[in-house]
């Protein structure tokens, strides 16, 4: 369980990031805009997907009546998309952030809720609960329509720290960047993401199969969610420095997922997998 230091340091640090060498936000952002979603430190399912969407200041702006309405805070209204993108108060801009994913039905987070229940959306709004979501890269935009970008700076600068404060249980990483990048943290015999996803897919079957013959094939589903993803999930080592800057290691359950978004083909067999672990779903 991470302390209530731990938690408030390593929230401070991504909030105030001034960038990473090659980072997204120093190269396309006029300024980092770290994009985080805090959490109490009791959440024990870390969720990682790739990046804020580029639209997520467009957003804002467009329901900044909502939002602020939300935060109770009429600044955000008389902003601009430019302004926002330069704003300076940071605990302002974490709010808004928030506000946008708690009331407005985004894909994403609509796709996380689908998967994963009420129970992540609940751990979202409270800032507390049994999940934590986060992103592989903070600062919005598409990655994969830039050129020069060190794509795992931010990971290696905050992704580390997050995952060494919370000390999950399990990981969830949805999407190429992420999933790949995890996976490098630990020693594998099957480095390449897409061959763990495979794995993964006959697990669920072996699980199925084993649960309905234990059930004399009524199919009971006795297992929560978490029970069902830890027997499916690969276990790794992650090693690096945490928010005190001490060495430190954290033994965890992973497991990899294609990217839920809708432009994505192979997101189908993501909500499959979903479909047959999490039939009672919200």
């Known amino acids: ?13 991504i909030s105030k990031c001034e960038g990473c060498d090659k980072c997204y936000g120093k190269i396309v952002l006029p300024q980092p805009l770290p994009v985080f979603l805090r959490n109490d430190g009791q959440a024990k399912i870390i969720v990682i997907t790739e990046q804020p969407g580029e ?40 709010k808004a952030v928030w506000a946008r994913f708690v009331s407005i039905q985004s894909k994403v987070p609509g ?21 934590y979501w986060t992103h592989y890269i903070k600062c919005p935009g598409q990655v994969r329509r830039k050129k020069g970008i060190r794509e795992n700076a931010c990971a290696d600068t905050h992704l ?9 249980d399990i990981i969830l990483t949805f999407g190429a960047l992420p999933s790949q990048w995890i996976l490098s943290l630990g020693e594998s015999s099957e480095p ?29 589903k006795t297992d929560d969610l978490k029970t069902k993803l830890q027997k499916i999930s690969e276990r790794i080592i992650v090693k690096g420095r945490d928010v005190n800057g001490e060495e430190s290691e954290h033994k965890t359950l992973v497991l990899v997922l ?18 047959i672990l999490n039939p009672q779903k919200s």
């Open 258 to 275: 294609y990217h839920p978004s809708g432009q994505n083909p192979a997101a189908y067999f993501t909500k499959k997998i979903f479909d």
């Open 55 to 94: 639209r997520l200041v467009k957003d804002i702006v467009e329901n900044r009546k909502e939002i602020a309405k939300k935060i109770e805070n009429d600044i955000v209204i008389k902003m601009s998309e430019e302004e926002l993108k330069n704003i300076k108060d940071k605990n302002l801009w974490e």
């Open 192 to 220: 390449e993401w897409r061959e763990y996803f495979w794995n993964e897919i006959q697990e669920v079957f072996l699980y199925e199969i084993t649960k309905n013959a234990e059930s004399g094939g009524e199919r009971e």
């Open 1 to 13: 369980m991470a302390t209530e230091s731990d938690v408030e340091k390593l929230f401070e640090s």
């Open 111 to 131: 796709k996380l809720r689908e998967f994963l229940g009420e129970e992540f959306s609940e751990s979202i709004k409270t800032r507390s609960g049994e999940y």
């Open 160 to 168: 580390v720290k997050e995952i060494l404060t919370f000390k999950p």
